[in-house]
């Protein structure tokens, strides 16, 4: 009976316990990873930026567009005049062709363009955070709808023009609004009813 088979195998199994290698970056891969980091930074930075200006001041445009349509689609509704005003305040009509200050939207049956008491409030829209500039042609500050959706009180081709601080043309944006009540956006240099949006 060979009572060492049972010991050997336990010292065969029993070897010096190897070691993990560890291995570090080298100084010429570090090199290239920044390199590389560095030309894909070039890239995006200017992107990312032209990206979120983009949306910022299409967001600005299709706010007042939004609430130009929601008035006029109420005053076709309830049969009586809506109007759309510039406003610092949230409550009154400013009499400024500077929208970026804020709008409101009202009910307005006495078709004066001023909110008078008892006239409804329907939405509200705060001055904009940004310092984009948001001016109306031809002194529009006032924007009236009728009971057949008329935009009345306005030039034909009344023009509000949305700029960013640096004035670049990518990112302005107009919107036009005629006497029939249509609204539109432009880019830049682009021309609606005879007017180019600059």
Known sequence: MNTNAGS???????????????????LLELLIAMTVASILLTIAV???????????VAAEVNGLLGDLQFARAEAIKEGRTVT???????????NVTTWQSGWIVFS???DVGVVD???TILRQQAAF?????FNASQGVSVITFNREGYAIGIPNGSLLELHDA?????????????????????????????????
Not at 8 to 26: K, L, N, V
Not at 84 to 94: Q, R
């Open 129 to 133: 955070s940004s310092t984009d500039t």
């Open 108 to 110: 307005d049956p006495t």
């Open 117 to 119: 008491p008892g006239e």
């Open 84 to 94: 759309v005003c510039t406003s610092n305040d949230g409550a009154t009509c400013a």
């Open 8 to 26: 050997f195998s336990r010292s065969s199994r029993s070897g010096p316990i190897e070691r993990a290698s560890h291995r570090a970056f080298t």
């Open 46 to 56: 200017p992107s990312f930026r032209y990206v979120t200006n983009s949306n910022r």
């Open 166 to 198: 640096t004035n670049t043309s990518a990112w302005t944006r107009c919107l036009v609004v005629n006497m029939s009540g249509e609204m539109a956006t432009e880019l830049y240099n682009v021309t609606t009813n005879g007017v180019t949006c600059t």
